[in-house]
């Protein structure tokens, strides 16, 4: 049986998110909770953080709220670096290997049309870094990496775990059967409704 780590399973999402693997058969654990010290190896890891704050609506003529920015990206970039840090030995242990974070199709760079909201998508973006950084370093020990944007209040969160779930536990395929061609050493980011989006 495969083991899958849950950073959070505070909302609608992330519990239809533990649901799902339960449901097929995963034992599922809960970043912090006492059954993780039992647990020897994880096969998938998921790091759920995706914080956003009221006053983060300034524009550039109001000027950078730097507590905002430091606040939102303290919850999106360092305490999820932490975590996953904390974890890495579990994963090392594992045979799946695979990394799943999620983000927002807002915070693309090449996507983004809003004028606010910079603290977030400057959090996401940092990521997007560790993400390709991340998967460069880790390639060689067998790591698979998934993004995904939940796409929270437009897709219903029973609807949008379920995208997640196939998307984070599919194997994405080779072109031909060519292993030179394999999708998975290509950092792909979807979203709830299965669209790639560019970064």
């Given at each position: ?8 399973r ?8 533990a ?10 654990y ?26 983060d ?34 994963l ?52 698979t ?8 209040g ?37 979203d709830a ?7």
């Amino acid at each position: 049986m495969k083991n899958v780590i849950i950073t959070s399973r505070e909302n609608a999402f992330e519990d239809n998110l533990a649901n799902a693997f339960i449901r097929e058969g995963y034992n599922v654990y809960i970043a912090g909770s006492d059954e993780l010290c039992d647990c020897e190896k994880i096969d998938i890891y998921i790091d759920v953080s995706d914080k956003r704050d009221a006053a983060d609506s300034f524009t550039i003529r109001d000027g950078l709220n730097e507590e905002v920015i430091y606040g939102v990206y303290n919850e999106n970039v360092l305490k999820p670096l932490e975590m996953l840090e904390k974890h890495m030995h579990l994963l090392n242990a594992g045979d799946g290997k695979r990394i799943c974070f999620l983000s927002a199709a807002e915070a693309s760079i090449n996507e983004t049309r809003d004028k606010n909201g910079y603290a977030y998508k400057l959090s996401k973006a940092a990521m997007h870094n560790f993400f390709h950084m991340a998967m460069n370093k880790l390639d060689s020990a067998g790591y698979t990496w998934r993004v995904f944007d939940p796409m929270n209040g437009e897709v219903d969160p029973v609807l949008s775990a379920e995208g997640a779930f196939n998307y984070f536990t599919r194997r994405r395929g080779t072109e031909n059967h060519d292993p030179q061609r394999d999708d998975e050493k290509r950092l792909v980011f979807r979203d709830a409704l299965g669209r790639e989006h560019t970064w």
